[in-house]
């Protein structure tokens, strides 16, 4: 598995929300280009990029710092939030971009996610954002009523590569990741899977990677790294490919 660190972009700084919500935010960096940096250079293959603004507006706002945040770094980086568009893919796949992350728009938009997943391939990635043991979208402020089980069914009928799985109500509390979850889909579904949301510290790594499950892609890591309470370093080597 491989440990991927996580910056949310909100008014062009660098934040963590608390179990999703917007009105609790906690500002690390003014600057997420300097941040960016600092983890590639402490290891990180892949760079998690999450354009908060976006998810809660449905279109690109942190477009021009997200392409300076492409050109600044030579590892991976996935971005999400605020997708639902042919031509928002394709502005960030000309970055040079690994992974486009599609959220609202791949359980509201049937006919753009067979397209643009037939057209981009593995190239495109499925968040599933779990709030309240719900399905939650538009910036986690709405929740549906689409069957986890039947979400990953529908997923892997049209040949998605990657899942994103973020446990909401774990996410920014370091309470410790949602292994009821985890274990849910690993037991429903072998579409390789990124693990997110509440992760606190070393242990849990420890936890996941004794899984041993070769569908665990990986883990995102967000406020256990801007809080100190894991070494991205050192656990990137005790870690990735592991599972």
């Given at each position: 598995m491989?440990?991927?660190?996580?910056?949310?972009?909100?008014?062009?700084?660098?934040?963590?929300?608390?179990?999703?919500?917007?009105?609790?935010?906690?500002i690390y960096s003014d600057n997420p280009i300097d941040v960016a940096r600092k983890w590639e250079l402490m290891g990180a293959k892949l760079i998690h990029l999450v354009d908060l603004d976006g998810a809660i507006n449905g279109k690109s706002?942190?477009?021009?710092?997200?392409?300076?945040?492409?050109?600044?770094v030579s590892c991976g980086i996935q971005i999400g939030g605020g997708i639902r568009s042919i031509s928002t893919v394709e502005s960030y796949l000309k970055l040079g971009i690994k992974r486009v992350i599609l959220g609202t728009s791949a359980?509201?938009?049937?006919?753009?996610l067979y397209q643009v997943s037939k057209i981009y391939g593995k190239q495109i990635a499925v968040g599933i954002d779990i709030k309240d043991n719900k399905i939650a979208v538009r910036g986690w402020n709405e929740k549906i009523e689409m069957d986890?089980?039947?979400?990953?069914?529908?997923f892997k009928e049209i040949n998605i590569g990657l899942i994103i799985l973020t446990s909401v109500d774990r996410d920014g509390?370091?309470?410790g990741f949602n292994q009821n979850l985890v274990s849910n889909y690993l037991n429903n579904s072998?579409?390789?899977?990124?693990?997110?949301?509440?992760?606190?510290?070393?242990?849990?790594?420890?936890?996941?990677?004794?899984?041993?499950?070769?569908?665990?892609?990986?883990?995102i890591l967000g406020k256990s790294l801007y809080e100190n309470?894991?070494?991205?370093?050192?656990?990137?080597?005790?870690y990735e490919n592991v599972s």
């Open positions: 491989i440990l991927i660190p996580a910056i949310d972009i909100k008014n062009g700084k660098c934040v963590r929300l608390y179990k999703g919500d917007f009105t609790k935010e906690k706002i942190n477009y021009d710092l997200i392409k300076e945040i492409s050109t600044s359980f509201e938009d049937n006919d753009f986890f089980n039947d979400a990953l069914k529908k509390t370091l309470e072998d579409i390789p899977l990124i693990i997110s949301g509440g992760i606190k510290d070393e242990n849990d790594l420890k936890v996941i990677s004794e899984l041993k499950n070769k569908n665990i892609f990986g883990v309470k894991i070494d991205l370093k050192k656990c990137i080597q005790d």
